[in-house]
């Protein structure tokens, strides 16, 4: 078993890749509110989905405050009130061998993008995103997810908001990215 989620992710080889699975691993700071909700959001998205079954997925933090802990209670009860249950995950931080293991690394902002650059070998920095990068039009001038840790409910709910549309655009690109392969078949046309 490894990472925040204790979902065993050990199946995944070096490339990141096992048997057709595609791995995704979600990043914030202290991996406490804004990357386990990702996770949860992204689990339920992908269970709910083609996809069930063939997305390895965790989250982990820049920073090692918070290793072994639940998720923010904040963040839980958000969740939980759209149907995210987010009490199995557990903080850990980002490894060396994530780079390795993981197909997509999405990070939710700027500050923690740039310390995953100077961690990662230049050879797979092209694995790591914005999350926000697959979301929709309706927040184009979104770039970051921003922290909710200092704020109140609203900040939750906004953080929330983000994540969800960032969940969704990167489950539509996988799920595109799979059609293109031949995995799956093109959805019905709608009238």
């Known amino acids: 078993m490894s990472g925040g989620s204790g979902v065993d992710t050990d199946d995944v080889s070096a490339d990141g890749v096992s048997d057709g ?4 691993l979600f990043v914030c700071m202290g991996n406490i509110c804004r990357s386990p909700t990702a996770e949860g959001v992204f689990r339920k998205l992908v269970a709910d ?8 997925m965790d ?8 290793i072994d802990a639940a998720p923010d209670a904040r963040s839980i009860e958000h969740a939980a009130r759209r149907g995210y249950d987010l009490t199995p995950l557990r ?10 293991r993981f197909d997509y690394i999405l990070v939710a902002d700027a500050m923690n993008m740039k310390l995953l650059k100077a961690m990662c070998p230049t050879r797979l920095q092209h694995k790591i995103d914005f999350l926000l990068d697959y979301g929709s039009a309706q927040h184009e001038d979104e770039a970051e997810v921003p922290d909710p840790y200092h704020g109140d409910a609203d ?3 906004i953080a929330l908001d983000l994540i969800e ?27």
């Open 21 to 24: 699975r595609v791995s995704v």
């Open 49 to 56: 989905s083609p996809l069930a079954g063939r997305v390895n």
């Open 59 to 66: 989250s982990a933090g820049t920073h090692g405050y918070h």
């Open 91 to 100: 903080g850990r931080q980002v490894s060396a061998a994530d780079f390795e």
């Open 155 to 157: 900040d939750f709910e």
């Open 165 to 191: 549309d960032g969940c969704k655009g990167l489950l539509e690109f996988l799920l595109d990215q799979q059609r293109m392969r031949g995995g799956l078949s093109s959805p019905a046309p709608t009238r």
